[in-house]
């Protein structure tokens, strides 16, 4: 089992960043990827960007530009680094891990990106 605790969202004005962090415990060694995805009110859950344990990422092309997927394994920890937040980017931000030998997907509790002036 993975334990996913996502912080650092909140209320930014357009133009601003937010640094949001994942920190997973559990059976951390059996993860093979982690990243982060959002769901705005009435829309699906959408992938934003995603970090593999060789470090490769990938991205959506809505953050292409403006968001930074990282890791420090000391930590266990993932970032995501958002700059340049549009009205666009309000939603709930929920982090997710990928066990490598059964592919189930751990999710965390989710928090708020508010983007508004």
């Known amino acids: 089992q993975v334990q996913l605790v996502e912080s650092g969202g909140g209320l930014v004005q357009p133009g601003g960043s937010l640094r949001l962090s994942c920190a997973a415990s559990g059976s951390i060694f059996s993860i093979y990827a982690m990243g982060w995805y959002r769901q705005a009110p009435g829309k699906q859950r959408e992938l934003v960007a995603v970090?593999?344990?060789?470090?490769?990422?990938n991205y959506a092309d809505s953050g292409k530009g403006r968001f930074t997927i990282s890791r420090d394994n000391a930590k266990n920890t993932v970032y995501l680094q958002m700059n340049s937040l549009k009205s666009e980017d309000t939603a709930v931000y929920y982090c997710?891990?990928?066990?490598?030998?059964?592919?189930?997907?751990?999710w965390g509790q989710g928090t708020q990106v508010t983007v508004s002036s």
């Open positions: 997710n891990a990928v066990e490598v030998l059964t592919l189930k997907h751990y």
């Open positions: 970090i593999t344990s060789g470090g490769n990422t």
